[in-house]
């Protein structure tokens, strides 16, 4: 996934109303950015932190940044929730993912389950269909490992048990985590900050969802899928 023009830096003054962001530009230019994240974003809204922003010409804008990319401990971290199903479906057609490989078609947010959408869905005449739900993953307490969530998600734990129900039906239902961070080897699953969807997880695989993770490689240019890495308990 590149990124449609090169983004521009500054510092983070403050994020509130989770949805916008004050920031000094490198120019010196005081903004208010849009922050595509509805999240707690724990541990990458302090203030000072260094933060890539790209820049939109659309005139019906009121806020023409949208924040993409800070750092933390040392390294970039992408927080655009709208990048992950891009680079989700870049990782399926490469081939990172064999199992999900060799779909013949291939569609995005379909209508699926109790008032769902399902992220992609692949079909194949001579497969079961392969229902995938993509989260986002930024959030890192411990060097080279990767949580989820960072706060409580009761849709997260519906999503679980939507897919449950897919596998139920003769389908296959699939989690795939993208961590949006280059500094993580493992993802565990985040039960101490939500205790529900931990359980909700443990069910899912019960059932038969299947659960992966990839990494990403993150620069100012572009976010790309490299690897996988184990879900752990």
């Given at each position: 996934m590149i990124f449609a023009s090169p983004l521009v830096t500054g510092r983070l003054v403050?994020?509130?109303?989770?949805f916008l962001a004050d920031i000094i530009l490198d120019d010196g230019n005081p903004i208010t950015s849009s922050v595509p994240n509805t999240g707690s974003m724990l541990g990458l809204t302090d203030p000072g932190i260094r933060v890539w922003?790209?820049?939109?010409?659309?005139?019906?804008r009121k806020y023409p940044h949208t924040l993409q990319l800070v750092e933390a401990q040392g390294i970039m971290v992408g927080i655009n929730t709208g990048l992950p199903n891009r680079i989700a479906e870049e990782a399926i057609l490469s081939g990172l993912l064999p199992s999900l490989s060799g779909y013949t078609e291939f569609r995005r947010e379909q209508k699926y389950g109790?008032?769902?959408?399902?992220?992609?869905?692949?079909?194949?005449?001579?497969?079961?269909?392969?229902?995938?739900e993509v989260k986002n993953v930024h959030f890192s307490r411990s060097a080279g490992l990767a949580e989820f969530p960072d706060s409580p998600t009761a849709r997260g734990a519906k999503h679980l048990d939507e897919l449950g129900n897919m596998v139920e039906n003769g389908h296959r239902g699939i989690m795939l985590y993208v961590i949006q961070r280059g500094d993580c080897e493992?993802?565990?699953?985040?039960?101490?900050?939500?205790p529900a969807y931990a359980t909700a997880f443990e069910r899912a695989m019960r059932r038969g969802v299947e659960a992966y993770a990839?990494?990403?490689?993150?620069?100012?240019?572009?976010i790309a899928a490299i690897s996988t890495m184990p879900i752990i308990d």
């Open positions: 403050q994020r509130y109303k989770r922003l790209s820049i939109s010409d659309g005139l019906k109790s008032n769902s959408r399902i992220d992609i869905l692949l079909r194949d005449p001579n497969r079961p269909d392969a229902y995938v493992r993802l565990k699953i985040c039960g101490d900050l939500d990839v990494k990403c490689h993150i620069t100012p240019t572009g």
